[in-house]
């Protein structure tokens, strides 16, 4: 339950990070690329907090490509699986009702976004494909103190690198599908760049094997953050 209500709260706030920043941007200027960058900051700030808060408790996943790669190495047991991305998945759906409302929007606002395209999708597989790496390689260095960091800082990284600004994580994907906003994704658009998300853990899989092989012995410790870190 304590592990479920962390994985809740923290897609949540994500969720909320992301949407409501970007409808500020929004409302502070016309320039796209200024709100890009305010989305970004706010994100990568957002992330290092959240990470930081709830990596002790569930080792704040909020995300189900996280929570089914951490599972494929051992990471953690099968019973955990389906409550962890229930709890992201409900989580993201309050977060971006809570947004909506925060800026004078319906609480649902069906994004009206198309984002959809070959360059697109690839973006999407190398966003994921390179959190996952990221994230699984920062815990082998024995360094899992940077971790609210360093995937905050590939977040921000990819907002700018990718084609697809790096949702990489299904759950807010559907969540951003509900927000007619800066950050939102029409659902027409969401099946493909869940494939993508998908299609880039597998690829994640394979390579984080070949690079960290003894990958079965540290994956329960993936964004645990203990006091002694």
Excluded at 14 to 34: E, F, K, Q, R, Y
Excluded at 96 to 115: C, E, H, P
Excluded at 119 to 124: A, C, R, T
Excluded at 196 to 214: C, K, N
């Amino acid at each position: 339950m304590r592990k479920c209500a962390a994985e809740f709260l923290g897609s949540a706030f994500l969720i909320a990070t992301v949407i409501g920043s970007g409808i500020m941007a929004t409302n502070l200027t016309d320039n796209v690329a200024l709100q890009l960058l305010c989305n970004t900051a706010a994100t990568a700030g957002g992330l290092v907090a959240l990470i930081s808060a709830f990596g002790p408790v569930s080792g704040a996943h909020f995300n189900p490509v996280v929570t089914i790669a951490d599972r494929v190495f051992g990471g953690m047991p099968n019973r955990d699986v389906f409550p962890y991305i229930a709890s992201q998945l409900l989580g993201m759906f309050v977060g971006v009702m809570v947004a909506n409302l925060m800026f004078g929007l319906s609480a649902i606002d069906i994004s009206t976004k198309t984002r959809s395209g070959g360059g697109i999708w690839l973006g999407e597989i190398v966003a994921t494909l390179g959190l996952l790496l990221v994230i699984f390689g920062v815990v082998r260095s024995g360094k899992s103190s940077l971790a609210p960091f360093v995937v905050a800082g590939y977040i921000a990284a990819a907002y700018f690198f990718t084609s697809s600004t790096s949702f990489a994580n299904p759950a807010i994907t559907l969540g951003r599908s509900l927000s007619d906003s800066f950050a939102g994704i029409a659902p027409k658009s969401a099946p493909g760049f869940i494939i993508a998300q998908f299609v880039g853990m597998a690829l994640a899989l394979v390579a984080i094997r070949i690079v960290f092989p003894d990958v079965d012995e540290f994956a329960d410790e993936i964004l645990m953050l203990h006091e002694e870190d």
